[in-house]
């Protein structure tokens, strides 16, 4: 039975339990802004549909009742009228029949439309490919600040421990007489500080956590820490930034939205060229006067040519030109604050590997300072005082040097978002 219970429990525990790649993926997965975007991308498939069956033209079922205030002819006249076979009048009539037009050529504009409904899908790819990179980073962020703020935790518990250590020890040299009892005291306020430092980093863990939810989708309540090896290199900000154009959605997005605005462009000046159009009519007039039920149709080709429009064609293609140049100033601004953003990164991984081996040096030193410290105060050499202060620089430089492994890692996930790579090449 406790096997069972355990085995239960274990389940449980682990159906919490996520790490650094599943997180991401949920959150890539379940965010209701992505499926927003998601649903876009449907309807603009459905716009490009449409559009393209506009070539199709239009069939209509018609119908109309009129009643004038004198007689009329039923229908046109189609042959002279006689006395053996006079055209029927009416002065209520209702008309059914079949309308049709098709449009033969209209400048382009369709297949300018359905080029202009294509880049917008275009654009909606790439802006739902970058929201994801942006949510996935996001997630990576909160995680790895939670893992930090874990391992500052745990330095901090260790340094509580210690201090419950020494606290022991010198409340017996307070009794053996050895011990000045403001040292315990001293030591006691360390302790309640320890205390409510951890209390602190355990609520703003808790806090990262409710935060993965939102965006996970999933109740979170372990982290798995990344298994990714602690690997310096040289980060070269040119042949990143050259990958990054390659790459990068938020580019591939400004240049789309360059060949959206041409392509309007185009699609105003289409609008002002020759149109033919085939148009028809099949009908039935029922005279309510005459009793009579004729049909009439026709079959029409119709050339219309724009000679004179106000200057409104003038006037659209230069606020199009305006479109186009507005759009390459974006992307141009685009491309450069990415080039800052990358510059930060690389600034920042490069100046974090050299603060890595740094807390390293400085982790090897407090310790020793601590050991010396604590050798002085025990034989009645040294201070309370420094003791405590070497404790507190030896534990502080531990959680220093395990959060920033995880700053690295953060770090490099925000390189993987900007050159939107799986893994650091």
Avoid: C
């Amino acid at each position: 039975m406790r096997l069972f219970v355990f085995l239960i429990f274990l389940l449980l525990q682990n159906s919490y339990a996520i790490d650094l790649k599943e997180a991401k993926e949920l959150a890539g997965k379940n965010y209701p802004g992505l499926k927003l975007i998601e649903e876009k991308i449907k309807e603009s498939s459905l716009s490009i549909k449409r559009a393209q069956r506009e070539r199709l033209g239009e069939v209509d079922l018609t119908g109309t009742y009129t009643s004038y205030n004198r007689n009329y002819m039923l229908t046109p006249m189609s042959h002279l009228p006689g006395p053996l076979n006079p055209p029927p009048f009416d002065s209520r009539k209702a008309t059914y029949g079949v309308s049709v037009k098709v449009p033969l050529y209209l400048g382009g504009v369709i297949s300018k439309k359905v080029e202009v409904e294509k880049v917008k899908k275009e654009l909606l790819k790439n802006s739902l490919k970058g929201a994801r990179w942006q949510v996935e980073l996001n997630t990576a962020t909160v995680f790895l600040k939670a893992l930090s703020l874990k391992e500052r935790e745990r330095a901090f518990e260790e340094y509580l421990k210690s201090l419950e250590r020494l606290y022991e020890s010198t409340r017996a040299g307070v009794e053996a007489g050895k011990l000045a009892e403001v040292d315990l005291l001293k030591v006691g306020y360390s302790i309640k500080e320890a205390k409510a430092r951890i209390k602190e980093l355990k609520e703003n863990y808790g806090a990262l956590l409710v935060a993965l939810e939102t965006l996970t989708g999933r109740k979170v309540r372990t982290l798995q820490p990344p298994q990714t090896p602690y690997r310096p290199r040289t980060w070269k900000l040119e042949e990143l930034y050259r990958e990054l154009l390659k790459n990068n959605s938020q580019v591939k997005t400004a240049r789309e939205k360059v060949r959206l605005s041409r392509t309007e462009k185009e699609l105003t000046r289409a609008k002002y060229g020759v149109r033919v159009t085939l148009s028809g009519l099949l009908t039935r007039n029922y005279g309510f006067d005459s009793g009579e039920n004729e049909a009439y149709g026709y079959l029409g080709l119709n050339v219309s040519i724009p000679i004179f429009t106000g200057g409104r064609k003038g006037l659209e293609l230069l606020e199009k030109e305006s479109e186009v140049r507005q759009a390459l100033y974006e992307k141009d601004e685009r491309e450069r604050e990415l080039k800052r953003e990358l510059a930060e990164v690389v600034a920042t991984l490069n100046w974090l590997q050299e603060r890595i081996e740094a807390d390293r040096e400085k982790l090897k030193l407090a310790k020793e300072v601590e050991r010396i410290e604590e050798l002085k105060y025990i034989s009645g050499k040294g201070d309370i005082n420094h003791l405590l202060l070497a404790k507190a620089q030896r534990y502080q430089s531990q959680a220093e040097l395990r959060s920033s492994y995880y700053d690295w890692l953060a770090a490099l996930e925000r390189l993987k978002a900007l050159l939107e790579v799986k893994d650091e090449q």
